[in-house]
């Protein structure tokens, strides 16, 4: 059974900065492509980014390019979300995905563990 838990996310001001994180159970973590979306009330759950096996590949939804950056310590378990300028339109519940295939797709079907979500609020 894989878990994922995320922690990290909190109510900052418009220019701040968070770093979100997502601890994963199980042997298997190098195997994972992991991604992380997030979700504003009332909207689709929407791609923020996603990481590589062995963070050779990473890939962003546009809006956040030179914003986050995604990362992951193969030997902790865990990836990252370094949020820098947040905007309040970042605002929402962001989730940390995996996906025991290669690749680092968009979509939300092709992942196949969600943890429970990381509240991020960003005032203006």
């Known amino acids: 059974q894989v878990q994922l838990v995320e922690s990290g996310g909190e109510l900052v001001q418009a220019g701040g900065s968070l770093r979100l994180s997502c601890v994963a159970s199980?042997?298997?973590?190098?195997?994972?492509?992991m991604g992380w979306f997030r979700q504003a009330p009332g909207k689709e759950r929407d791609f923020v980014a996603a990481i590589g096996r062995n963070a050779d590949t990473t890939y962003y939804t546009n809006s956040v390019k030179g914003r986050f950056a995604i990362s992951r310590d193969n030997a902790k378990n865990t990836v990252y979300l370094q949020m820098n300028s947040l905007k309040p339109e970042d605002t929402g519940v962001y989730y940390c995905a995996a996906r025991p295939l290669t690749g680092v797709p968009a979509s939300p079907q092709y992942y196949s563990y969600w943890g429970q979500g990381t509240q991020v609020t960003v005032s203006s």
């Open positions: 199980g042997s298997t973590f190098t195997s994972w492509t």
